[in-house]
Nanobody, 118 residues
Framework: EEKLVESGGGSVQSGESLRLSCAASGFPFALYSLSWVRQRPGEDLEWTSMITGDGTTYYSNDVKGRFIISRDNSKKMVFLQLNGLKIEDTAMYYC????????????RGQGTQVTVAS
């Protein structure tokens, strides 16, 4: 069974940092690109970043320069370092297999909540 489990969210002040983690199982992790997406209350899913199996990274303009996606294929984990957090980064964050093209139907976990206060 394929599974993704996110963790690491929390409540922080504007400008602070968080590191999100996602543990994967049930599929050949190193062969897949992984993305982090987020969803604000009442809004659609928003893609933020993707990392390919060989470590190439891509970011949305909203998070470029602030967020860093990484992965550890030996541990089957993907990470998202969130720096310089803004109030508008408040959302539920999910990791998914694949990228923006398939995020609507992609497997995702229960998510981890990030709340940024001023």
């Amino acid at each position: 069974e394929e599974k993704l489990v996110e963790s690491g969210g929390g409540s922080v002040q504007s400008g602070e940092s968080l590191r999100l983690s996602c543990a994967a199982s049930g599929f050949p992790f190193a062969l897949y690109s992984l993305s982090w997406v987020r969803q604000r209350p009442g809004e659609d899913l928003e893609w933020t970043s993707m990392i390919t199996g060989d470590g190439t990274t891509y970011y949305s303009n909203d998070v470029k320069g602030r967020f860093i996606i990484s992965r550890d294929n030996s541990k089957k984990m993907v990470f998202l370092q969130l720096n310089g957090l803004k109030i508008e980064d408040t959302a539920m964050y999910y990791c998914i297999k694949g990228g923006v093209a398939t995020m609507g139907s992609a497997l995702r976990g229960q998510g981890t909540q990030v709340t940024v206060a001023s």
